[in-house]
């Protein structure tokens, strides 16, 4: 369109001219043809960074697992399913990335074989070893070079604490932390309202508000932060 | 609205007066507060029989999983989301409906506890113990007066012999049977193509048409049936 037309020849706006790479949406791990194990992830909180990515500029890959929305305008959109496949399209992507934003809710764990035919009920119980899945934002951390790399964190309970963990252990530049048991918080709201945690620097709240809006202000956050380390 | 009320006053239509329950959708089967077992149900068949239904004068409640859709208008709705709320809501308006249409996707298998807060991931594999949840089809199959009621078998293999023994096993009227591994039917498509077997007669074939069609030539097929029996 001739606004996104705009846009990418705005040179003026931060995020000119840069990748960024934004997943979104809970994975599905299959058990069959018909049942799989995901959460509860409805993908708008990712959806809304890529669209404030591409306001500032930025060229913005969507890697996106199955969620109920359109796709945003003026975005690549990467269908992907599984964990396994979001951690492919991410790879092949990540060299050439300036951010990468980790929205999505990766499922831990998947099952190891995946039947060729819907499973038949039996009369006992149904037996299910799960393997843990790869752990794609240590990966992305481990091989971390230019990227400003942020992770979220959801959790329960503990939140800070589990969020302060994930921001080292997995060598992010930003944890966005929300406590999904909160109401209107996280998890197919249309609100949010998060924690920011980076290294060196005191946990900035930001209240609730819209998704859209929570993801114009992450961005502002990233980019003061880029800022200050150039 | 005034198309509704025009609906519910034409005692001419077949369904006129009579209460339909349909179920619709994939129910989720909780692990913890963030993560469910679930099945690629879209909703989209048990939506269209709603409105197909309402269309031909009937009381329509929809009993729904969570899915993507809009309500559909002039029908009641009932949201719940594992199969133990299903049957809940089932049972309590079952001896009222003239007509049930299991049109859900309705999971075998739920954890037997649910965790309080998010299962942390461990470095080792994840042991999961499913039990089976009860058999909703075969309680109102073995409760049946006055009800016709239709059940749905989507498989990827064997698809008749398995539809033919759930007619028989489940005491339904009518099965609507699906190969979900075929191109644009079943799960998640805005096509199917169905197989109708009821017993004492010959399975008829609907091929490949909008779930819109299928969902009046369904209830077309029903109501011949249920003509013949009174």
Redesign the interface.
């Known amino acids: 369109t001739v606004n996104d037309q705009l846009i990418a020849a705005d040179t003026s706006l931060p995020l000119h001219g840069q990748s960024v790479l934004v997943t979104a949406g809970g994975t599905r791990e299959r ?10 992830s409805s993908g708008k909180m990712g959806y809304a960074l890529a669209t404030a990515a591409r306001k500032l500029g930025a060229k913005v890959t969507l890697i996106s697992a199955p969620t ?1 929305l359109p796709q945003p305008a003026g975005v690549a959109y990467v269908a992907v399913d599984s964990a396994a496949t979001m951690r492919t399209a991410l790879l092949a992507r990540y060299a050439d990335a300036q951010m990468v934003i980790m929205a999505a ?1 990766v ?3 998947r099952s190891p074989t995946v039947a ?3 499973i ?13 899945n790869p752990d794609i934002l240590a990966e992305l951390g481990q091989q971390k070079h230019h990227q400003f790399l942020i992770g979220f964190a ?4 503990n939140l800070l604490t589990y969020a302060q963990q994930k921001l080292t252990s997995k060598h992010a530049d930003m944890i966005v932390a929300n406590d ?2 909160s109401p209107q918080v996280g ?1 197919d709201h249309d609100t949010n309202a998060v924690t920011i945690l980076q290294s060196n620097q005191a946990p900035q709240q930001l209240p609730l508000a819209s998704k859209e809006v929570i993801a114009q202000q992450i961005l502002q956050v990233a980019l003061a932060t880029r800022k200050l380390q150039a």
């Not at 038949?120 to 843990?132: G, I, M, P, R, S």
């Not at 959801?154 to 309970?157: C, L």
């Open positions: 058990l069959d043809p018909v049942r799989y194990l995901t959460n509860n109920a809710a499922a831990d764990f060729a035919n819907k038949k009920k039996t009369a006992t119980d149904y037996q299910l070893t799960l393997t843990k959801a959790e329960t309970q999904v048991s998890f």
